[in-house]
């Protein structure tokens, strides 16, 4: 069965530095989102993407972040200047039809993002 | 604004028993879409079940079934015939209109145990 393929895995990083957080959607799916979880938080929404630009953005999404498809795989999260508050599950989301028709995002296995 | 809840942190089953996880949900939206979510301990998010609103009939998805109760606002999941490998965090989520429905929001999840 397809899958959400997200790398790395785990990335730690220094507090200020730049960092970029991978994604291979669902190769058929035309949307795609960013999701993150703080630890013992809620899955909190943070972006979507669809047609090549943002579809939404929550208020967490600010100018630190950014998401791109650099080629017609890949959808990455970079986060500019990462902030202590930054460490969590970041999960990669796809659909083939929009959360508004379909009822299913296909999620992938996340990336725990440490920042120190 | 939209709003999901999940009043049980933890729950408790004996294998092969049913169980039901509480959801409750707010919104003004008068279409919306209600989702249900599994986290296992490895922490990919796995889609289980969808409602939408106008919905007659209660959707099922093998032992997962969704208890839709409009009036209340509520949208149990009933899980029959428990397996250990359920252990696992739920999620209830939902979008609607009110945020370009393109969101999802997550409530607080319900840590589900089995016991053999």
């Known amino acids: 069965e397809p899958e959400v393929t997200q790398t790395p895995s785990h990335q730690v990083t220094q507090m200020g530095q730049e960092v970029i957080l991978r994604c291979v959607p669902i190769?058929?799916?035309?949307?795609f989102y960013w999701y993150r979880q703080i630890l013992g938080q809620k899955v909190e929404f943070l972006v979507s993407?669809?047609?090549?630009?943002?579809?939404?953005k929550s208020e967490i999404f600010d100018d630190q972040f950014s998401v791109e498809r650099p080629d017609g795989s890949n959808f990455t999260l970079k986060i500019r200047s990462t902030k202590l508050e930054d460490s969590a599950m970041y999960f990669c989301?796809?659909?083939?039809?929009?959360?508004?028709?379909?009822?299913?995002?296909?999620f992938g296995s996340g990336t725990q993002l440490s920042v120190l | 604004a939209q709003k999901i809840t999940q009043t049980q942190p933890g729950m408790f089953v004996q294998e092969k028993e049913a169980v039901t996880l509480d959801c409750t949900y707010d919104?003004?939206?008068?279409?919306?879409?209600l989702f249900w979510y599994k986290q296992p301990s490895s922490g990919e998010m796995i889609f289980l079940i969808y409602?939408?609103?106008?919905?007659?009939q209660n959707a099922t998805e093998g032992r997962y079934s969704l208890n839709f109760q409009k009036a209340r606002k509520s949208a149990n999941l009933v899980i029959s015939a428990s397996q250990l490998g359920d252990s696992a965090m739920y999620f209830c989520?939902?979008?609607?209109?009110?945020?370009?429905?393109?969101?999802?929001?997550f409530g607080e999840g319900t840590q589900l145990t089995v016991n053999p």
């Open positions: 993407f669809y047609n090549n630009e943002i579809s939404e």
């Open positions: 919104t003004s939206d008068p279409s919306y879409g």
């Open positions: 409602q939408g609103s106008y919905d007659q």
């Open positions: 190769s058929n799916h035309l949307y």
């Open positions: 989520a939902m979008r609607a209109r009110e945020t370009s429905g393109s969101r999802l929001t």
């Open positions: 989301a796809s659909s083939p039809a929009g959360v508004r028709r379909s009822g299913k995002l296909f």
